[in-house]
């Protein structure tokens, strides 16, 4: 992969996703500053121990005089906004915050981008869940409608429109690109977040007590977050040289989504009789049932592709979390092993 030029600013940068990319970037000498709230602190942030390895502030991207002043001072010539309220249950209890975080958030990240000469380019990440769902299990492609049911999604959707109108803004009166990606469900090391199927497990698997399978029979497209991170950063790499951008990219796996009962039977594999599950007998409507990615278009235009199929993401999930759990001085290690055996991948 080719050396982009920093500097990056990561919104979300003490998050899942932003650890990972943190570490990515450092690999490969990038120079990046986050900004994000407070890392939580069953995080891979805290876990790692990443502060000591990358740059960047407290801050909400709901505050739009403090975002803008970061912003400024830092002068990055790329954005990657990762910063959001990322759980569909939690949007259920908290609708207003998912919409003012991941909407409005969105709003103020680009509205002060526009604003900051040295930006080229703004990179929004949304998700799978921004498609029209029909759960026929037919895997969406980037042209497809869209529509959000639950407060995530719906946010989500309200976030490309955000997009939407500040591409045309830059159509019509020049300013930074702004693309769009739209990832599956990431995992990888280190990801604790609740009501996610692999941190549950990993939850039941430590603390003895059995995981309740909230929906044995969805399906989803599992992918180890270095995957779609690389994507991130080949399809800025071929924004910053074509003079037509692609508005919005799918990164999801080669093969089709993958069942919960599946990922569970890949676990029961690694973790035996530590995982007792149960099975509830009435299963609430709250998330989709299935979920398809069709990332070809990510893949003809990018020179991209996933490295690892979803079996080798859960079981390099798998490992992270052994490893880690053997000794947690780990963390760190164990994330630089995955980055260089992905980036050997690549070349
Ligand atoms: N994890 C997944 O499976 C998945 C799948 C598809 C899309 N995504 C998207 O990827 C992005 C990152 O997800 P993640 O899994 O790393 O989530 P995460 O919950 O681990 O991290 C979220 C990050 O956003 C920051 N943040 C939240 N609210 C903020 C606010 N108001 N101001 C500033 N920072 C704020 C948090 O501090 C944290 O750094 C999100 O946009 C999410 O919607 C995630």
Redo the contacts with the bound molecule.
Sequence with gaps: MKRLDGPIFI?????????WLSLLLNHLEIEHFG??????ED?L?ERANLERVSRGVV????DLENLSKVIKDVRPSVII???????VLKSYQEPLETF???CI?TANVLETAFDTPSVEIVLV?????VYRNDNSGRRFVESDPLEGKDP?SAS?VAAEAVCAAWQQMSKISGGPKVLVA??????GGG?F?KD?LVPDVLRAVSSGQSLSVRNPKASRPWQH?LDPLIGYLKYIEFAKNSMKIEPALNFGPFELSLRTDEVLEFAKAYFGDKLKLTYPKESQEFESQALGLDPSSAIAKLAWQPIWNQKEAIDRTFLWWMNYLDNPNNALNNCLEDISISLEVMR
């Design positions: 919104t979300g940068h003490t998050g899942f996703k932003g650890s900004y994000s709230l407070e890392a939580e995080s942030y801050g909400d991207i709901r906004h990762l910063a959001a309220q990322p759980l003012q975080t991941n958030g990440i949304t998700t799978d869940k995530y989500k739209r990832a599956g469900n990431v995992i990801d977040a996610r977050a």
